[in-house]
């Protein structure tokens, strides 16, 4: 099922977000998007994957963007119905640049989409911009994840027998840009990979692969340059969904930590401003 929103004629990116339940998030997502965001630049495709619930209806009353609904497999998790939502997004995109993010996404800055458009367009060899982490920690814990990570590769993993382990950014475990927030020049993805759901792997895995391999650079932009302009509730969609499979699911302590990002964003203003819902 498809639902057309009344689109500029000419956008220059089309946004995917995948979705999957959470009202409350997923507008907080869509209406902080269209606050800080040109309507004229942007075609917002949202793929809800068949969540049949009163998240999907208010989808529905929204005229500005495009829905698609789609019935995920039984054999799906639901990391593979995120990526094979974000390829349904991709047949449908008509423009030079797509963007993912996720509904636990949360635009904060009217320079959002210059600024990743700035990025990507500053080399004619940059395929894709965006972020591993979207999050921006203290000094404190910065150095304890540098001894942890230093522990684990020198000391622990090879005493296991292990070799490389499950260590963060090494070997299969590489960095990639994620899906809650990356910009792709669309002529490129669609030349050189084969979409975002490839072989099973998380969304966008492959496909960074393989446009570096290609000869393309991928550009990783700093937490700290990108998180005043977009921030990423960590899990959220998944917290706040226990039904979901995710990790630390559910529990008192992410709930709360959750909550205390959203109090930092002022949801409360953008979830009573029901004016950003039309066009």
């Not at 500053?122 to 540098?146: C, F, M, N, Q």
């Not at 792997?201 to 991928?218: N, P």
Request: charged letters at 25%; aromatic letters at 8%.
């Amino acid at each position: 099922m498809t639902s057309d929103a009344t689109a500029s004629p000419q956008p220059l990116v089309t946004i995917l977000i995948p979705h999957y339940k959470t009202l409350e998030l997923t507008k907080l997502c869509l209406r902080s998007l269209k606050l800080f965001t040109d309507l004229g630049k942007v075609r917002v495709i949202v793929i809800d994957n068949h969540s049949n619930d009163d998240s999907t209806e208010y989808l529905k009353t929204l005229n500005w963007i495009t829905l698609i609904i789609r019935t995920p497999t039984e054999a799906e998790t639901p990391s593979i119905a995120h990526a094979r939502a974000l390829d349904v997004g991709l047949a449908q995109t008509r423009t030079p640049y797509i963007l993912s993010i996720h509904t636990d996404t949360i635009v904060t800055s009217p320079q959002w989409l210059d600024f990743l458009l700035a990025r990507i367009e500053a080399d004619p060899g940059i395929a894709g911009v965006g972020s591993w982490k979207l999050e921006h920690k203290p000094p404190v814990k910065r150095l304890a994840k540098t001894i942890e990570r230093w522990w684990q590769q020198k000391i622990w993993y090879p005493l296991l027998g292990k070799g490389e382990g499950s260590l963060e950014g090494v070997g299969r475990n590489y960095y990639y840009l994620r899906s809650h927030c990356a910009l792709y020049k669309t002529e490129l993805v669609r030349k050189y990979t084969n979409g975002f759901d490839d072989s099973g792997e998380t969304a966008g895995k492959l496909l960074h692969t393989r446009l570096l391999e290609s000869g393309y650079q991928m550009v990783f932009i700093p937490s700290e340059e990108l998180s005043p302009h977009v921030k990423h509730l960590n899990h959220a969609t998944m917290i706040l969904n226990p039904e979901i499979a995710g990790k630390k699911t559910g529990s008192r302590k992410e709930r709360q930590r959750i909550m205390r990002e959203l109090k930092s964003l002022k949801y409360e203003a953008i979830l009573g401003d029901e004016s950003l819902d039309s066009p």
